[in-house]
């Protein structure tokens, strides 16, 4: 969903397991979508128009507009989380370079090992580039 600008947006990402329903829909999603019309405007033009479902699957909110970012994942139709992102494991020393590296500061390190507020992260990796004893990994 597009904002002013990069910062004011927020996505929403879906994926999974979908199924052809048919084009007897459309009718139905250009009465809710009516700017629709001037992409397709005519029978020939909707010809190449059919009608999917995603039935099981997997997604992601992501609000950048927000500081720090807010995401949050999901799943649907008997789909298992996936867990996804940058994690510490317990080879954690305590350096606390990573949270020196987090763009977002969403390391809390007031534990050992410390742990990524995961709602926060962009997973970009800087904490998986410099921390020095290996102990993030990525999932």
């Known amino acids: 969903m597009k904002g002013k600008d990069t910062l004011s947006c ?3 990402s879906v994926q999974g397991k979908a199924k052809e329903i048919g084009a007897d829909m459309l009718p139905d999603l250009f009465r809710k979508n009516p700017y ?3 992409i397709y405007p005519d029978v020939r033009s909707r010809s190449a128009l059919t009608v999917f479902k995603i039935y099981e699957g997997t997604g992601e909110w992501f609000d950048l507009s927000k500081l720090p970012i807010e995401r ?3 799943f649907f139709g008997g789909a298992q989380a996936k867990e996804t992102g940058y994690f510490v494991t317990d080879k954690c020393i305590g350096c606390k370079l990573c949270y020196s590296k987090c763009p977002q500061k969403c390391i809390d390190i007031s534990k050992k090992p410390v742990v990524i507020r995961q709602e926060h ?4 990796g800087n904490c998986y580039e410099i921390c020095p004893a290996r102990a993030i990994e990525r999932r």
């Not at 992260?121 to 970009?124: G, M």
Request: glycine share 0%; proline share 0%; net charge neutral.
């Open 10 to 12: 927020v996505a929403v």
């Open 72 to 74: 949050a994942s999901f």
């Open 121 to 124: 992260c962009l997973h970009c």
């Open 36 to 38: 629709m019309e001037k």
